[in-house]
């Protein structure tokens, strides 16, 4: 049986209360009679290796799973398609995984009231092929393949689209989650309106796992649009400087136009090799009379762009739309949309080869350092001079002075910016999460819910 | 007055400016109750703030007296959420009115919580933008009480709930603090947690909502069917269709004859039901969606449709439907107005069913809806005059309540908890599930004096303090969860 101590630098020392109830614990664990394996290799969390990975089948498994880890002080990690488990802070202990895979049942799926209930294991693909055979949607772009309900709820993920439906949170109606000792808690419905009682929906997105594990949630649901375009056109690249002042071909000048379009777009993203290169922009329009309404956006990005901006129908995207720029370092910038054009400045003058990618209108970007080609189309940007090599040790400093300097010069601006992943060294130089004003009250909230810190301890915010 | 309270009061005038702390009985009683004018309660002390720093202020003295407070704004809350403590501070932000900022380049605007609903729709208005939920008190209540009950409106099927419209919130905690909550805070959504709230989790200062782009084209429709079940049937067939209309309306031939009796709204006569549909957004969508409307809702057998061509004839058709529940007052010399969800899939069981109780109990229900989204406000109308009556339309209205959860509904869809409905709840949710919801009212209101007594039907101690853990767990000491 793999131990903490044997499993690699960064695990914790093994407490002697976890000595004590740890032997017991496995078999404790296997009389609940949820499949429980020993762990391996390949369910490190983050670089902390756990002791035991279970695969419950329903909530009421995955509760008593939760009332022995309570009694014998076992630290959970819940994972879900395990797609991005190592990015964040690693937990400071995981005795047990709890993988949700084996949670994979679309519950009810009752489309003519537009809502689905399903557990938190069945991957958003599979989501999305079973309700696309009713002709809906859950209106969540995901990122990566693989990802599953419980994993995009608890860490906020939401692509593109966020222009027009909001994100996760804005399309969650009810769930069910376990808490730390076992209690199974419901909150909302299977109404799509609803002001019942506390939204404990809105508390679990972006928990990461610390509050308790999300077992089942129930959905709104949109139909399918009967038609998708996207306009796409390239802006002029432009000189840091020329940014501030905000011309009319400046991607924050553009995002405006176009958020404030009667053409409605549903996204409006951007693709940006900073600090020399060209600005192309994306936009989605949905609906019966997409066509039409993409001939105006066209019209609308023509006075802006380079050259004549493509429209593509029947569902190409560009290869780059929603996909993440990197993933050795990427970090997350949100501002107010009026100070987009002053961040997009503030990352070319730091010099450092960055991939900006994301949300223009809604003014949510990633940055990745350094960039990677990958997912991207062979456009001007593949030009682009020489791409230096994975930061090494050396580097990091160099990005921590990016983050840290960055963060500066978007913070007058109402921005603010967090790593999403970045190699370990990174996290010993920079506040990974940046300063949170709420979070005395988060750190409340997680008392309550845990106040013996198994859940996921250290995942999030703050140590919390 | 207590002695507590008279040396509370001391304490407050020393942190509020002249004329802000009321203890004149008779200028107390105007705050006696909300819009569910059932339930009263002269509050202790009323105070009248102009700022973050006072209510503060306020709070840390009721902390330091232990007194219990409750917020307030317009008082037109439909289930007694904004009732006072007579052992208690009501804190009115009557003096909190100020639009502290426009942002269209955000397309945002920052306002203190006393700013009304509609004002901020008016400061907006004519830069082609406006503020999305539109509560059909909208010119009277404030974004405090919004915030605090979640409200919804008309248009909130396509466009969401106050939730979906707020960016932050300033918001005073129970213990006195001055704090943001952001919508691009990593983490918890708190935000999302704190609103529709009630107060119980503090009070709102300052609120930064999302500015919406006025929508390119509005079409209106109003359709007359033979019976309610023919406009629920539409209604299903128009979402199927996959068209989401910025509203959908119904009303049954009570309703309508109510709101003909009192505002003579003109509505074809001979109708069952009809159904307000208004579809918004850019003109190629909007004509597309609108012919599909038109022939879905002739297949089901309207038998007469209009189309409301400018914002005039809009408002003649939105008119009856408007004044709907102050209507009723025509036909009835009393009415409760109830708030109920069901799927919409069990709109026409559900109606069927409250047909059959008002022939049981002999009661009148006049049907009012946000069909679109399943939103009963059946108005059970009764002569309190009558020596029982009230009694059965009571039973009749919690009967309501009863099918809307038996069906997966909601005891609330926009009105709130408050005091009226918080013994409701356990219908809704388990002991563990209200315990659960109890965890987020201690961490931010370990001592309960965040308006007490609403949402929650009983009470509970938090017992600890946050940050130190003793003793047995609340969970284990109620016997809900086992340690080992
Ligand atoms: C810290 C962090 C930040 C991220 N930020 C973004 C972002 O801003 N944008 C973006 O597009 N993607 C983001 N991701 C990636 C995101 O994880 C994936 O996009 C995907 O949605 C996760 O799905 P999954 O099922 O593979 O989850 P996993 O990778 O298995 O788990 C991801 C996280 O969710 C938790 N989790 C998983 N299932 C449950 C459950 N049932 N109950 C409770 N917690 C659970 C895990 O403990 C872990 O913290 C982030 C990931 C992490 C870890
Ligand atoms: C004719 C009529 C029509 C209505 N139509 C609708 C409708 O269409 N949709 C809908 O959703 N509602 C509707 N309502 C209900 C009501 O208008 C809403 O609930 C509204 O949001 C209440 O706002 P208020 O300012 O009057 O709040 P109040 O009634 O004063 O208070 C309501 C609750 O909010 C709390 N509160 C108030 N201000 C603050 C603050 N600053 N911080 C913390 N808590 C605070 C109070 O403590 C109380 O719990 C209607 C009411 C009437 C009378």
Partial sequence: MATPQETGPDAPQETGARARHGAGARDALSATGVTVRDAGPGDAVAGVMPRWVALPESTE???????????????????????????????????????????????????????????????????????????????????????????????AAAGPRRLRYGTARDLLIGLTVVLADGTVARS???????????????????????????????????????????????????????????????????????????????????????PAGTFTVSALVEGVAAESRAGAVRDLLAGAAEAVPDVTGGGEAPGWWGVTPGEDVLLELRVPPSGVDGALRAIAARGLPARVRGSLASAV???????????????????????????????????????????????????????????????????????????????????RFDPDRRMSPGRMAGGI | MT???????????????????????????????????????????????????????????????????????????????????????????????????????DRRAVVEPGVTNLAITEAVREHGYYYAPDPSSQQVCTIGGNVAENSGGAHCLKYGFTVNHVLALEIVTPDGDIVTLDAD????????????????????TKVTVRLSRAPETVTTLLAAFGSIEQGGQAVSAIIGAGVVPAAIEMMDALAIAAAEAAVACGYPAGAGAVLIVELDGPAAEVAHQFAEVERICRDNGAFELRTAAGPQERAAVWKGRRSAFAAVGRISPAYIVQDGVVPRTALPDVLASIDRLSAEYGIRVANV??????????????????????????????????????????????????????????????????????????????????????????PRLCGEVPGVRRGVHPLVESGRAEQF
């Fill in chain 2, 369 to 458: 809806f946000h069909a679109g989204d399943g939103n009963l406000h059946p108005l059970v109308l009764f002569d309190d005059a009558e020596p029982g009556a009230e009694e059965r339309a009571g039973l009749v209205s919690g009967r309501i309540l009863d099918l809307c959860v038996e069906h997966g509904g909601s005891i609330t869809g926009e009105h709130g908890v408050g005091v009226d409905k918080s013994r409701y709840m356990p219908k809704m949710f388990t002991d563990d599930d209200l315990d659960t919801m109890q965890l987020v009212r201690c961490a931010f209101d370990p001592r309960g004096l965040s308006n007490p007594g609403k949402v929650f039907p009983t």
């Fill in chain 1, 188 to 274: 909302g419905g299977k109404v799509v309106k609803n002001v019942a009682g506390y939204d404990l929906g809105k508390l679990f997105t972006g928990s990461y796992g610390t509050l308790g594990i999300i077992t089942e949630a129930v959905f709104r649901l949109h139909p399918i649009p009967r038609a998708r375009h996207w306009v796409t056109a390239v802006l002029p690249s432009a000189p840091p400087a020329a940014l501030s002042a905000g011309p009319s071909t400046s991607p924050g000048a553009v995002a405006a136009a176009l958020a404030a379009s009667q053409a409605e777009p549903s996204a409006v993203e951007l693709d940006w090799l900073a």
């Fill in chain 2, 185 to 204: 805070d990593p983490g918890y959504d708190l935000l999302g947690a704190f609103v529709g709230s009630e107060g119980t989790l503090g009070i709102t």
């Fill in chain 2, 3 to 105: 002695e507590t309270l008279d040396e509370l009061a001391r304490g407050l005038a020393g942190v509020l400016p002249p004329g802000a702390v009321i203890t004149d009985p008779v200028r107390l009683r105007t705050y006696e109750c909300d819009g569910l004018t059932h339930h009263r309660a002269v509050p202790g002390i009323v105070v009248l703030p102009e700022s973050a720093e006072q209510i503060a202020a306020v709070v840390r003295l009721c902390n330091e007296y232990g007194v219990p407070f409750v917020a307030r704004g317009a008082g037109t809350g439909l289930s007694g959420g904004a009732l006072p403590r007579a052992d208690g501070v009501l804190v009115v932000t009557a003096k909190m009115r100020r639009i502290l900022q426009v942002d269209l380049a």
């Fill in chain 1, 365 to 447: 970007l990633q940055i990745a350092l350094p960039p990677e080609s990958a997912g991207t189309e062979p456009t001007e940007l593949a030009k682009l001079p020489e791409i230096p090599e994975i930061p090494q040790l050396a580097e990091v400093a160099e990005v921590a002075a990016f983050v840290s300097g960055l963060r500066g010069d978007v913070a007058p601006l109402g921005g603010r910016l967090t790593v999403l992943t970045a190699p370990p060294e990174l996290a010993r130089l920079v506040d990974l999460w940046g300063p949170v004003g709420a979070l005395p009250l988060m750190r409340r909230v997680k008392e």
């Fill in chain 1, 61 to 155: 498994e995955v509760a008593a799973l939760m009332r022995v880890s309570a009694g014998h002080d076992l630290a959970v990690v819940p994972a879900g398609g395990g797609t991005r488990l190592h990015w964040g802070t690693p937990p400071e202990r995981c005795d047990l995984l709890i993988d949700t895979c084996c949670l994979n049942e679309i519950l009810e799926h009752a489309s003519g009231d537009l809502v689905v209930r399903v557990q938190a294991g069945v991957t958003m693909d599979a989501l999305a092929e079973a309700l696309a055979a009713q002709n809906q949607e859950l209106a969540l772009d995901v990122p990566l393949a693989g990802s599953t309900v419980g994993g995009t709820l608890a860490t």
